[in-house]
């Protein structure tokens, strides 16, 4: 299975890194860094959108971004409620849906009931998924999965002879959404850093030495066609 020469990728993920060093480059906070890279986050959704892309997946936050300064990761969960405006309304009034994958029980009831909020008004948008990852890791992820897989063989609600990739593909939070066909990390940093493992067996990765909050929509454009030049052929030969 190779795919169409010029196809626009179906489900992009996006590693946003590097907005520490854009601050400090400026001489800002830390912080300033996360607010302008949610603000290009923005951006670069509406762009993905344009594009024709289906699905966005974005990791704004890992299982462990815990680990930094407790000042930072605090003001980083306070961003998607200081943020209505200028980020989701923009979302959602391009028809965009909005979910989350990853771990709820860590985060404040606040944020929580504001993502949830924001799934359930945004659920109906058909024009792209923004799929923003949130107090997830892949390793996590798949933990999860099969404690649910384990518990319904268990309750007898699923037999290990027909448990396939489809129904542990639905147990992990990403369930409903296509594999990652195209794999962006800004920054420099050339790993996966425990995002999206499973989803991504087959994506093509790219890497580039820019900035997440550099990263402007000429440059994700740019990134597509770079995309649009490679052969895949999922562990079969060139067709
Ligand atoms: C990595 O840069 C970035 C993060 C850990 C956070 C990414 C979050 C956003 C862009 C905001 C999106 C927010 C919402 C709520 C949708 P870094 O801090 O590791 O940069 P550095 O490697 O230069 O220090």
Not at 10 to 29: M, P, Q, S, Y
Not at 39 to 53: M, P, S
Not at 55 to 72: D, I, M, Y
Not at 219 to 239: D, E, I, N, S, W
Request: hydrophobic share 40%; with cysteine.
């Amino acid at each position: 299975m190779s795919h169409a020469p010029n196809a626009v990728p179906n489900h992009v993920a996006i590693i946003l890194d590097g907005n520490g060093r854009w601050a400090k480059k400026r001489g800002l906070e830390r912080h300033e860094g996360h607010r302008a890279g949610a603000l290009n986050l923005r951006d670069i959704a509406l762009t993905a959108a344009d594009c024709g892309v289906n699905v966005l997946s974005v990791f704004a936050f890992s299982t462990e971004n815990w680990q930094r300064p407790k000042e930072e990761v605090d003001r980083l969960m306070a961003l998607p409620a200081e943020l209505d405006e200028v980020l989701w309304d923009k979302l959602e009034a391009a028809q965009i849906s909005i979910r989350f994958s990853g771990r709820r029980d860590r985060l404040k009831p606040d944020t929580r009931d504001l993502m949830a909020e924001l799934e359930a008004k945004t659920f109906t948008h058909t024009r792209m998924v923004l799929n923003v990852c949130l107090d997830y890791g892949s390793k996590d992820e798949r933990l999860h999965a099969t404690k649910s897989i384990a518990q319904a063989a268990l309750d007898k609600k699923l037999s290990l002879e027909t448990l396939d990739i489809t129904t542990l593909s639905s147990a992990l939070y990403t369930q409903g959404l296509p594999d990652v066909d195209f794999l962006i990390r800004t920054s420099g940093e050339q790993r996966l850093s425990n995002f999206l493992l499973f989803q991504s067996a087959y994506a093509e990765l790219y890497f580039t030495r820019v900035l997440w909050p550099d990263f402007k929509p000429k440059r994700f454009k740019r990134a597509l066609k770079v995309y649009q030049k490679r052969t895949r052929k999922f562990g079969g030969v060139k067709g």
